[in-house]
């Protein structure tokens, strides 16, 4: 069982950057495809963005193409998303997931962190 844990979110700026961690113990993530969702108030959960279990891949839903960007760590056991040209519509909690790119296929969730983006 792997279990996940983030930290990074907070109070930005529209236009402003956050990076989003997501510490992963229990087993290595490098075998599994990691992934962020997020989920806005009164929204249902939805998919940002996906690292492939061999790193070679990654995927983003539309909107947050050409700003954000998902890394790891291997080292650290750690993965990353890196949210630049913040937008008030990118408020929400943000999960790290694991095991898959749609929220039937994720095996394992995050606590949530918090994004909140002030125009």
């Known amino acids: 069982q792997v279990q996940l844990v983030e930290s990074g979110g907070g109070l930005e700026q529209a236009g402003g950057s956050l990076r989003l961690s997501c510490a992963a113990s229990?087993?290595?993530?490098?075998?599994?495809?990691m992934g962020w969702f997020r989920q806005a108030p009164g929204k249902e959960r939805e998919f940002v963005a996906a690292?492939?279990?061999?790193?070679?891949?990654?995927y983003y839903t539309d909107s947050v193409k050409g700003r954000f960007t998902f890394s790891r760590d291997i080292a650290k056991n750690t993965v990353y998303l890196q949210m630049n040209s913040l937008k008030p519509e990118d408020t929400a909690v943000y999960y790290c997931a694991c095991g898959g790119m749609t929220v039937r296929d994720v095996g394992a969730w995050g606590q949530g962190t918090q994004v909140t983006v002030s125009s």
């Open positions: 690292i492939s279990a061999d790193g070679a891949s990654t």
């Open positions: 229990g087993r290595t993530f490098s075998s599994y495809t």
